[in-house]
């Protein structure tokens, strides 16, 4: 009898084996799904460029953007890479301080100098894990290079370099000038006097240092196929990590023959000699390597982060001159004579809080420095995978209306009489950061700025360019590690008469 019934011996062996698979794969993609489902929500991922196409030139913006209608923790996919980001005070305290200890890593980007194991561990900023060696350098800050004794005992540094800066600046009087640049570059000569006893650049520095340690910080910045294709990695296509390299030579050369010359003369272990930060590093027995590396990371987020702050701090008071008034009057009630001294700077009530409303508006790092898991954890009941990026948006956090009122707008007067502080207790406020990987030079970095941003009221009037009015003013950010005005602010100064 003929029959219309297949054999299954008559099948082609690829059909048969599909049919197989086909529950598997079912299986499969159902555990995928699940997967997906408990991480933190987030916009459609399309093939290939996941997320890519929502993030444009200011990534902090757009990722607030997003934390409005996806929430307070939600996740992303750059290529083929999974970025979780926390947006609000609750999702910091659980990523900063209940699972701090397990999401500390630290995410290292594919251009840095410490993405290979051969320097991932001397590096302070970009260990991928809290070592031994990492907590060994971390309690080194603490105890010598940024204990509150040493700030202390290095005031006259900072006092020294502000008053060379003032000097020079009055030579410019009357001319249009780009004040961050020349704050930037008095700033690297405090942190060489306080580390290695030298001047390092020039007020008509041009290139070299100053420029090689602002190259870096772009490239850091600078969108990476590596970083979102990591098997792309080994052809740096856009050539960003050969660019790094280059910088961080330059800028290691800056220091290499000090360290170098004064470990061969044993000048460290010279009891009659001031003792600078090479000596005590050198007489802790560090090596060459180790110093340089430091030190590469410690003068790249010592310069820019106080330079930026104290341009925006100026941007926001010229804006507002209302609240520069205010400042000046404090300062004549409280300073004697023509000088300020560090010493004076406690009695500054006014002037603290214009500077913690500036880093309020306009934190040095919105981004902090991305966290990595180093296993998977649940957090605000989703699961973040182990090996996810981690991000702390603390620009949105900061002007998040559920925690400040009418948060777009500067007021220094919101400070005067709040406990609010930066120390990474109010994670409303973490212009620092939080937790195991807090800033370890906030301290040294507040003191500079106030001090930078004081002498400069005190002794100067401030004006526009160009019958410029205040309302003028260009307030849009340059995106990067760290967060700058898109234009340089120019202005003009004219000192003023002060009482003998």
């Avoid at 060459?288 to 702050?309: K, N, V």
């Avoid at 507040?446 to 400069?456: K, R, T």
Wanted: with cysteine; net charge neutral; hydrophobic share 40%.
């Amino acid at each position: 009898m003929a029959t219309n019934s297949l054999a299954l011996g008559d099948l082609n062996p690829s059909i048969i084996s599909l049919f197989l698979l086909l529950p598997i794969l079912w299986i499969i993609l159902k555990q995928y799904n699940s997967r997906n489902k408990s991480l933190p929500p987030g916009p459609k991922a399309w093939p290939v460029i996941g997320n890519l196409a929502e993030l444009g030139s200011n990534v902090h913006r757009d990722l607030a953007q997003l934390a409005q209608v996806y929430g307070p923790l939600m996740s992303l996919r750059l290529g083929n890479q999974l970025m979780v980001v926390g947006s609000t005070p609750e999702a910091a305290i659980e990523i900063l301080k209940t699972h701090d200890r397990l999401l500390s890593g630290r995410y290292v980007a594919d251009v840095s100098y410490a993405k290979g194991p051969q320097k991932n561990h001397l590096s302070l900023a970009f260990t991928t894990e809290c070592t031994q060696q990492w907590r060994f350098l971390r309690t080194l800050c603490r105890s010598e290079i940024f204990s509150n004794k040493m700030i202390e005992n290095q005031s006259y540094i900072r006092e020294k370099k502000m008053n060379e800066l003032l000097e020079f600046l009055a030579s410019k009087e009357g001319e249009k000038i780009k004040i961050e640049n020349f704050v930037f570059l008095s700033i690297i000569n405090v942190l060489g006097n306080i580390f290695c006893s030298n001047d390092l650049v020039s007020f008509e520095e041009i290139g070299g240092l100053n420029k090689a340690m602002r190259e870096i910080v772009v490239l850091f910045a600078s969108p990476n196929i590596s970083d979102f294709y990591p098997s792309l990695s080994g052809l740096d296509i856009q050539g960003l990590r050969k660019k790094t390299s280059e910088c961080v030579k330059i800028i290691h050369s800056a220091w290499e023959g000090i360290i170098r010359d004064r470990k061969a003369q044993k000048l460290f272990q010279d009891s009659s000699r001031h003792k600078d930060i090479v000596d005590v590093l050198l007489h802790k027995d560090f090596s060459e390597d180790q110093i340089s590396c430091l030190f590469l990371e410690l003068f790249i987020a010592g310069t820019d982060t106080s330079s930026s702050t104290i341009e925006w701090a100026m941007t926001e008071l010229i804006k507002q001159p209302k609240y520069l008034e205010k400042i000046r009057h404090e300062l004549e009630r409280e300073i004697s004579g023509n000088v300020i001294n560090e010493s004076n700077l406690s009695q500054l009530s006014y002037l603290q809080a214009c500077v913690k409303e500036t880093l309020r508006l306009h934190p040095p790092v919105p981004l902090l420095l991305p966290r990595h898991a180093n296993e998977t954890r649940q957090v605000m009941n989703y699961t973040i995978p182990e090996g996810t990026q981690i991000v702390v948006n603390v620009w949105a956090v900061a002007r998040d209306p559920n925690n400040w009122e009418d948060p777009l707008t500067f007021n220094p007067d919101r400070f005067l009489h709040s406990e609010l502080d930066f120390k990474g207790n109010d994670f409303e406020f973490l212009p620092f950061g939080s937790g195991r990987r807090i800033c370890p030079g906030m301290n040294m970095g507040l003191a500079q700025v106030h001090l930078f941003l004081a002498s400069l009221i005190y002794h100067f009037n401030w004006s526009l360019p160009d019958d410029m009015l205040p309302q003028q003013l260009d307030m849009n950010e340059k995106f990067g590690v760290t967060l700058h005005r898109e234009k340089p602010l120019e202005i003009m100064l004219k000192q003023r008469s002060l009482r003998k």
